[in-house]
């Protein structure tokens, strides 16, 4: 079978060729049909993480978008925040994904009391819109404010203690809301220590862009 | 890579084996590493439609699930209605997925204006649940009242109508909200005739399977 060609947008700006290529790396490990190819947004080293870095960070996402991902199959926004994600579906025919949509609307099937953890005041747009009434704790690890405050061993100890306080509150499931988290691998000790189902939106973003692209080559066949 | 064995529930009693058979064949050609087996609850010609078909189903799903799957991967209910779902989770410790809370969560993701077209006087409650106020109308085609009458070339021309109105009401996309439209294909016409995605619970019942199994191998490795 042919392998999809996807075009992965990490909205951190790294310098590190290993870092830039980790979401896309675990997406072609989940899904062995993938290649991936990854690109980060310039200038932006502290990537989205509030209103004014989501503003500077959408015409860096649109113009990558168009300058460097002709020819691929699918793009991913790697990012809780889904930006730019709407824009990019008007202008491209190709389909277009967004972490964060992926990642609540897996976390909306696990059941009717969905935790949410994230890396900004509020839970991104596509969590609150998605989950709605199923929402019922959103919370930030103590101290983290940046995707780089989550890669220290006090922003994993942190992370790890709000996913133990919102399974004493009731959830069913944790959703993660910064795709950061993938950096670090805390799902997978989440997962452990919660023994609740942790959705991790990196591999929801690859899985429904899996979704999308198995749907369109069934439709032709 | 070994394949993952799924056993399918089909809620409407058949002595065609292929009739039988047609949700998993088309499982095993949208996921090449699915191997589905089969089987149908007896005496329920007419399927799952009200509340009535629905409380004579389910303990029969329970009996047929522990009966004829063990040593399955996963267990897949191939109904909208995801009867038995949430029993035969607290019973079972293999991923267990329904066809409607996986078709309304793929939905979900797909805008904030969701049509859905079903078989029974109300949506599922999986679609109610999960798509809220997204849900911009529920419809049943009509003289259509069970999956039999969706079979007939009246109940397709009706399937296609309620699509091209529910269209001209501003949808998104349609989600289908009875898996017994699969057995006609109807849904790639439905596709055609409007331009929006239609969401196929068959489909997404398969997609989820393979979430919830292809997270529990990665997760291992």
Known sequence: MEKYR????RVATTEDPDLLALHGRLLESYFPCFQVTSRCIPDQHEGIHDDGSMARALPKILALASKEFSGMDAIVVSCAGDPAVRELRKELSIPVIGAGESAAAAAARCGEKIAVIGITDEAPEAYLRILGGSMIHYGRPEGVATVRDLMTEEGRKN????????????????????????????QEEMEAETGL??????????????FELQRRRTRLN
């Open 159 to 186: 992370a790890l203690g709000l996913a133990r306080y919102q399974k004493s509150l009731g959830a069913e499931a944790i959703a993660i809301a910064c795709t950061g988290m993938a950096n670090i691998h805390v």
């Open 6 to 9: 996807i075009g992965l947008i």
């Open 197 to 210: 189902p942790v959705i991790d939106p990196v591999f929801c973003e690859g899985f429904f862009a899996f």
